[in-house]
């Protein structure tokens, strides 16, 4: 398939891949400048959603829905607006017949391809490779797959955090991870929750040792990057345990 160009986005389709390259001009999305790009399998994607629109003009929009348990941004993006979701592209009617084939044929090898592979592995191959570093304005966030670790250097972070300098928590403490992000007056953060036997206070961003805050922008989108990547592996992780 030739390459389909959208607002965000321009997509390639070689019949078992998706391989999606996202625009990084000055007042494109944070989230997915921080993604750049990303490549698909079939395999992942249950649903193809094929739509036209009116606005201001008539557009067509593409969106893959991926296999439950193989979207970590869905998980942890909830709160994710329009223009920042990963698999949905737009694109002026004059592409109109481009786009609908490559919706179709997207569909035909995602039929064929159902459930061939584990869906966890799925999640892994969708995330930035590891290691993963994050800094904000209160500090930083690692990981390297078998432990996330915070560090509060930053100007603002607290005085709790700043005493506590930093927090490693292993993988295998690790029950979820939460983003939230900025409204544009207060601090989004990333909260990692654990297991009770590790488990510190929760309270409110500021002050938990199990949160980094985030500004919007390039923050939070780097925080949600991190968010999705520990989730992938957490996945993996438990995958592996069910055997």
């Known amino acids: 398939m030739d390459e389909l160009r959208g607002d965000r986005a321009d997509w390639r389709f070689d019949g078992e891949t998706v391989r999606i390259r996202y625009r990084t001009g000055a007042f494109k999305n944070a989230m997915l400048k921080e993604l750049g790009r990303i490549t698909v399998p079939v395999s992942a994607v249950s649903e193809v959603d094929f739509d036209l629109f009116e606005s201001k003009r008539k557009r067509w929009a593409l969106q893959l829905r991926m296999r439950e348990g193989a979207d970590p941004y869905a998980a942890v993006g ?15 009617a004059s592409t109109e017949l481009v786009a609908e084939y490559a919706a179709d044929q997207i569909r035909f090898a995602a039929e064929r ?7 966890a ?70 909260r990692v929750t654990t297991t009770e036997a590790v488990r510190t206070e929760i309270t409110k961003p500021k002050h938990d040792l ?24 957490l996945w993996a992780r438990d995958q592996r345990a069910a055997g």
């Open 78 to 92: 909830a709160m994710l607006d329009q223009g920042a979701q990963p698999f949905r592209l737009l694109g002026p």
């Open 113 to 119: 391809a159902a459930a061939s592979d584990p869906t």
């Open 121 to 190: 592995q799925i999640a892994t191959r969708l995330v930035p490779p590891l290691p993963l570093h994050i800094q904000t304005g209160e500090g930083t966030a690692s990981f390297d797959g078998s432990a996330v670790r915070l560090i509060w250097t930053g100007s603002e972070a607290s005085s709790r955090k700043k005493k506590a300098h930093r927090r490693e928590i292993a993988l295998a403490d690790v029950t979820g991870v939460e983003w939230v992000p900025s409204d544009g007056w207060e601090y989004g953060h990333m």
């Open 210 to 233: 199990s949160c980094l805050l985030c500004d919007e922008g390039k923050e939070g989108a780097a925080a949600l990057m991190m968010a999705a990547t520990i989730t992938a592996h």
